[in-house]
């Protein structure tokens, strides 16, 4: 048996900082546990609740991470620089940005935990670049099946 939760936590700093969690919007998290649920039944599990004692914890958690990054469009590169008696052109700065997301899906034995009272993780699946932009839930079935299909040990029978 498995527990798993019925949303998807965004990791953040804030939590550090005593503030409540986030999480990815409900509309593409139940998506995405929709997604990870079929994987675990066709595996022969059999999702429960905490608190009837599961035999593992399934956790999915997701972040986000912006690159920004700017260039400047040097004219006179070709030129050599002569400037004579003109004040030195500065150039414009040109910036940009992107987001991108990832989804961890970790597998924790409730009752294992290391000498630092920490969960032992056994097993972890990552999947980079399906919380950004639109939402394109065949894109994110395709990688969340995959994550399991090349996992066939997880299968219980």
């Given at each position: 048996t498995y527990a798993m939760p019925d949303k998807i936590v965004k990791i953040t700093g804030d939590v550090a900082e005593g503030e409540e969690p986030s999480f990815i919007p409900d509309v593409n998290a139940q998506v995405i546990l929709g997604t990870?649920?079929?994987?675990?039944?066709?595996?022969g599990w059999l999702r429960v609740d905490l608190e009837d004692?599961?035999?593992?914890?399934l956790l999915p958690a997701a972040w986000e991470t912006t690159t920004i990054y700017y260039w400047y469009d040097y004219?006179?590169?070709?030129y050599g620089g002569y400037w004579g008696w003109y004040y030195p052109y500065y150039p414009p700065v040109y910036t940009s940005s992107y987001t991108t997301g990832t989804l961890l899906m970790s597998i924790t034995d409730p009752d294992l935990l290391s000498t630092d009272g920490n969960r032992i993780n056994q097993w972890a699946g990552a999947?980079?670049?399906l919380l950004t932009g639109?939402?394109?839930a065949s894109r994110i079935n395709e990688a969340i099946n995959k994550a399991f299909a090349i996992s066939p040990y997880l299968k219980t029978n």
């Open positions: 990870i649920a079929d994987n675990m039944t066709d595996l004692d599961p035999d593992i914890l004219w006179y590169w070709w999947v980079n670049g639109s939402f394109n």
